[in-house]
């Protein structure tokens, strides 16, 4: 089943914000998980840090209003963390992954540690009531996932 996606980061208003290829590894009618390498230098996010060659899996949901990033390292492949994006839901058409992403971020570290991201960008965006309450929604949900170690934390 693996097959090679392009996966398109967009804004909050759908414009093109980074591009990259992946791998589908698994899909669904509610998601699907992907492979991508990280080929940017380093970028540090709060408490994670990606660097060139960090392994990511990436699982988009079509129906959620996350996305979840599971982050090894690339040179020892220890698990690093978890980085999680409000977005709109992710469609999938044509080898293509396009996700509209909302600014806050929610990050996990294998030690238990989390810290949300970006929330002044969020409450800055242009968004609907109802896409803003979706993704506050979504963050309850995120936590609940964590604390029952519910896949893929």
Request: proline fraction near 3%; glycine fraction near 6%; aromatic fraction near 10%.
């Amino acid at each position: 089943m693996k097959r090679k996606v392009i996966v398109h980061k967009r804004n909050s208003h759908g414009k093109e914000i980074l591009a990259y290829p992946g791998m589908i590894l698994e899909q669904d009618e509610h998601s699907v998980l992907i492979e991508a390498a990280f080929n940017r230098e380093m970028v540090a996010l709060g408490l994670l840090t990606f660097m060139r060659g960090d392994r990511f899996l990436e699982t988009y949901y079509f129906k959620r209003s996350y996305n979840i990033f599971t982050v090894y390292a690339g040179g020892s492949g220890a698990l690093k963390g978890w980085y999680c994006n409000l977005a709109r839901p992710a469609i999938l058409e044509d080898g293509h992954i396009h996700a509209d992403d909302l600014a806050l971020d929610l990050v996990r570290l294998p030690d238990g540690r989390m810290q949300l991201l970006d929330a002044d960008e969020f409450a800055a965006l242009d968004l609907t009531q109802k896409e803003r309450l979706s993704c506050l929604e979504a963050l309850d949900a995120l936590h609940w996932q964590i604390f029952n170690c519910e896949d893929p934390f």
